[in-house]
């Protein structure tokens, strides 16, 4: 799949924003931050969601803008650690081209936080919400992605086996400190990776990225290898150097 910034262009009309790229298309209510990237299928009553953001406290949303392949948006929190958080919602990240087979579904988020207070420990998480089934860890160890037994010290992520016979990849960068866990039950595997373990200083800004991708469905214990090779190109991506 090579991105294509003219067909993957978001669009946004009030809190809504809606991205006609590959299937399934993405939307995204600014209002419902936690929910993300709402995938609708026919046969479920609840959405699917990926890519949310739990900012851990209430918050306000104070500028969000479209910008080519981008959607980005901006909050501050209305009590509790004073940090601002800038999402940023991509749909053709440059490093995907070439990395990804026909059919897979690519979405990245790049997260940065900041505060005016001499210090502030931020409490934000990157959640997914989907209907599945099986759930294994992944790290990147040794040559690649792995799969990693639930004790690992470490994980960088899970692939889930989807609703739908597919198989979905939730992956932080190796290089971004995080704490990853799931949990699965009633049908619904919920995964959350709390971003920032450490306090953020005045002055100096933090960030963070994470992926969700959709490709064909894992045999048992496995990890398949479009999720080998959005992985690896993920891991080689240079970081991000303005919002």
């Known amino acids: 799949m090579t991105p294509n910034p003219s067909r993957a262009a978001w669009s946004l009309a009030g809190a809504i924003a809606t991205c006609a790229a590959e299937s399934p298309p993405s939307a995204i209510d600014l209002g419902r931050l936690r929910q993300g990237i709402a995938l609708h299928h026919p046969d479920l009553r609840e959405p699917d969601g990926l890519l949310g953001l739990d900012l851990g406290s209430p918050s306000h949303r104070v500028d969000a803008w479209c910008r080519g392949a981008d959607l980005v948006a901006v909050y501050d929190t209305d009590d509790g650690p004073r940090v601002r958080t800038t999402a940023m919602w991509r749909a053709a990240p440059a490093w995907l081209a070439g990395a ?25 998480a990157v959640v997914a919400d989907v209907a599945g089934g099986a759930v294994r ?86 990890v398949p290898a479009w999720a ?13 150097l303005t919002t």
């Open 100 to 124: 990804a087979p026909r059919g897979a579904w690519c979405r990245e988020a790049v997260v940065s936080a900041q505060t005016a207070l001499l210090e502030a420990e931020p409490r934000i």
């Open 137 to 222: 860890q992944v790290a990147f160890l040794g040559a690649g992605l792995r799969a990693v037994a639930v004790s690992a010290a470490r994980p960088h992520g899970c692939i889930v086996n989807w609703s739908d016979g597919r198989g979905l990849l939730f992956l932080v960068h190796p290089g971004d400190a995080a704490d990853v866990g799931f949990e699965a039950a009633g049908g619904r595997v919920r995964i959350a990776a709390r971003l920032f373990p450490a306090a953020v200083e005045k002055g100096v800004l933090v960030r963070s990225r994470v992926v969700a991708a959709v490709g064909s469905a894992p045999g048992p214990g496995e």
């Open 228 to 240: 080998e090779g959005i992985a690896a190109a993920f891991a080689a991506s240079p970081p991000v």
